[in-house]
């Protein structure tokens, strides 16, 4: 999600000193502070679809990932912005030094066929039937790279609250300039026929003169991030809660071959139940066989995805192997002052455990984080049926828990469902920046009929 300054934001310095080993000491709540923003390159951008069997001319170059970790150790140098960014000739580094320490290569496994395929599916967007000023704006959400999230209210609603939305707004220069063209109209074309309970869903899209716009679902429960710094960290029973609800909602994506790639708390939303909605899609993308892009957040990435040896499903169970263990010890396994200095670490798999933590949750993490993908719990034969038999969650129901019948451990404190006391209170954009939410922009003269930027988002 495109993400405010929340309360309880990411730390900027380590949550436990470097010389002090958090497998060795109790856990102490310490102060976070988050200031990372996304970097993009100006490579060629990801096709929706996957490339097909792997080459060198196939191979995509494009980085798309936080330009700082979440939890550093040292402030980044002001005189030099990008001094926290990791180089394409970094990587290839930490790929070759890897690559010599394997006697033999990985086996290629043919690609599967979706069990559901997403061109068959409805689209749950109809066209026509709203307009942006059938919208008032009341209040801001978050803010991102070339992205803003907006609380909407239908006009004509009587002041019911039930008529709030999300609207993500994008800048269609920013979009273009980044080369993301592909990934935001991917991103449209999945939540328009995407519909599962633990999932946000797209109600519209709509375009004026400078945005493309989003109309989605308000979940006014914030992030699971804010309640994880509120908690420090999670029970076992908590976190399986909502493991096994990011299970699901994996479970339904990849069931059309869609891998997410963006898996953190920061993008988990709880509702006024305190169920988990996933958001913001940006890296979603449909790939049948494997994909080449580097995305995502530098603490979240896969071994494969570092060593730029193509990526699908399995780094998917790999981000929720990272993230239980983030839920239940209030840091990730794998942090450092530089996003390469992560890398490095990832790929060197050393995790320090707590003492505290019990052997079948220390198996089921090591399952989610085997370096060998053909051996990561999720992408062996059984596939997430073999993460629904784990024995860590004996005893859940995952039909009643779809079903949304089992109360949730978290009922964030909620007075309506235009609430925003979980997200900051930021100012409302400029008039200017915004038209079409505000007046009904005519149509530009014969001449100036054909925008070739606004030509690159006509499903909007």
Same mark, same amino acid.
């Given at each position: 999600?495109?993400?405010?300054?929340?309360?309880?934001?990411?730390?900027?310095?380590?949550?436990?000193?470097?010389? +002090?080993?958090?497998?060795?000491?109790?856990?102490?709540?310490?102060? $976070? /502070?988050?200031?990372? *923003?996304?970097?993009? !390159?100006?490579?060629?951008?990801?096709?929706?679809?996957?490339?097909?069997?792997?080459?060198?001319?196939?191979?995509?170059?494009?980085?798309?990932?936080?330009?700082?970790?979440?939890?550093?150790?040292?402030?980044?140098?002001?005189?030099?912005?990008?001094?926290?960014?990791? =180089?394409?000739?970094?990587?290839?580094?930490?790929?070759?030094?890897?690559?010599?320490?394997?006697?033999?290569?990985?086996?290629?496994?043919?690609?599967?066929?979706?069990?559901?395929?997403?061109?068959?599916?409805?689209?749950?967007?109809?066209?026509?039937?709203?307009?942006?000023?059938?919208?008032?704006?009341?209040? !801001?959400?978050?803010?991102?790279? $070339?992205?803003?999230?907006?609380?909407?209210?239908?006009?004509?609603?009587?002041?019911?609250?039930?008529?709030?939305?999300?609207?993500?707004?994008?800048?269609?220069?920013?979009?273009?300039?980044?080369?993301?063209?592909?990934?935001?109209?991917?991103?449209?074309?999945?939540?328009?026929?995407?519909?599962?309970?633990? +999932?946000?869903?797209?109600?519209?899209?709509?375009?004026? =003169?400078?945005?493309?716009?989003?109309?989605?679902?308000?979940?006014?429960?914030?992030?699971?991030?804010? /309640?994880?710094?509120?908690?420090?960290?999670?029970?076992?029973?908590?976190?399986?809660?909502?493991?096994?609800?990011?299970?699901?909602?994996?479970?339904?994506?990849?069931?059309?071959?869609?891998?997410?790639?963006?898996?953190?708390?920061?993008?988990?939303?709880?509702?006024?139940?305190?169920?988990?909605?996933? !958001?913001?899609?940006?890296?979603?993308?449909?790939?049948?066989?494997?994909?080449?892009?580097?995305?995502?957040?530098?603490?979240?990435?896969?071994?494969?995805?570092?060593? =730029?040896?193509?990526?699908?499903?399995?780094?998917?169970?790999?981000?929720?192997?990272?993230?239980?263990?983030?839920?239940?010890?209030?840091?990730?396994?794998?942090?450092? *002052?530089?996003?390469?200095?992560?890398?490095?670490?990832?790929?060197?798999?050393?995790?320090?455990?707590?003492?505290?933590?019990?052997?079948?949750?220390?198996?089921?993490?090591?399952?989610?984080?085997?370096?060998?993908?053909?051996?990561?719990?999720?992408?062996?034969?059984?596939?997430?049926?073999?993460?629904?038999?784990?024995?860590?969650?004996?005893?859940?129901?995952?039909?009643?828990?779809?079903?949304?019948?089992?109360?949730?451990?978290?009922?964030?404190?909620?007075?309506?469902?235009?609430?925003?006391?979980?997200?900051? /209170?930021?100012?409302?954009?400029?008039?200017?920046?915004?038209?079409?939410?505000?007046?009904? *922009?005519?149509?530009?003269?014969?001449?100036?009929?054909?925008?070739?930027?606004?030509?690159?988002?006509?499903? $909007?």
């Amino acid at each position: 999600m495109d993400r405010p300054v929340l309360p309880f934001p990411r730390s900027a310095s380590l949550p436990i000193p470097s010389e +002090i080993r958090p497998s060795n000491i109790p856990f102490q709540a310490l102060p $976070f /502070h988050r200031d990372s *923003e996304a970097m993009v !390159t100006d490579g060629p951008i990801t096709p929706p679809m996957s490339p097909g069997p792997h080459n060198d001319a196939d191979q995509e170059a494009s980085i798309i990932v936080d330009a700082e970790p979440r939890y550093s150790g040292v402030q980044r140098d002001p005189r030099n912005p990008q001094s926290a960014s990791v =180089s394409q000739q970094q990587l290839h580094t930490l790929s070759s030094q890897k690559m010599d320490q394997e006697e033999t290569p990985r086996p290629r496994t043919p690609p599967k066929p979706p069990l559901r395929v997403l061109e068959n599916e409805p689209s749950h967007v109809p066209k026509g039937n709203l307009k942006l000023t059938d919208f008032e704006v009341k209040g !801001t959400l978050g803010t991102g790279t $070339f992205a803003r999230v907006l609380l909407v209210r239908q006009r004509n609603s009587s002041g019911r609250t039930d008529n709030c939305f999300a609207m993500k707004v994008l800048r269609k220069t920013e979009i273009v300039r980044l080369r993301q063209v592909e990934h935001v109209n991917a991103e449209r074309y999945i939540l328009s026929r995407i519909r599962h309970p633990f +999932i946000v869903d797209l109600y519209a899209t709509f375009q004026d =003169s400078l945005n493309i716009y989003m109309l989605l679902s308000y979940v006014p429960g914030g992030e699971l991030f804010t /309640h994880l710094r509120r908690a420090g960290r999670f029970t076992a029973d908590v976190t399986r809660f909502y493991l096994a609800t990011i299970i699901l909602a994996l479970k339904h994506l990849h069931s059309f071959n869609i891998i997410y790639r963006d898996l953190k708390p920061e993008n988990l939303l709880l509702d006024t139940r305190g169920y988990l909605r996933l !958001t913001d899609f940006g890296f979603a993308k449909t790939v049948d066989d494997r994909t080449w892009t580097l995305c995502g957040t530098p603490e979240y990435l896969a071994p494969e995805i570092i060593q =730029s040896d193509g990526h699908g499903k399995a780094a998917d169970w790999w981000a929720c192997g990272i993230l239980a263990y983030e839920m239940m010890v209030g840091y990730p396994p794998f942090f450092d *002052e530089t996003a390469y200095g992560i890398y490095e670490k990832i790929l060197q798999g050393k995790i320090n455990w707590p003492k505290e933590m019990d052997p079948l949750t220390r198996d089921l993490i090591k399952a989610f984080l085997h370096p060998d993908r053909s051996k990561r719990l999720g992408n062996l034969i059984g596939g997430p049926q073999d993460v629904l038999d784990h024995p860590w969650f004996r005893g859940v129901d995952w039909d009643a828990l779809e079903r949304r019948e089992i109360r949730a451990p978290i009922i964030p404190q909620i007075s309506a469902n235009d609430d925003i006391r979980h997200y900051s /209170h930021l100012p409302l954009p400029p008039l200017d920046e915004i038209p079409g939410l505000f007046r009904e *922009e005519r149509p530009p003269p014969l001449y100036q009929r054909f925008d070739p930027i606004a030509y690159q988002f006509l499903e $909007f």
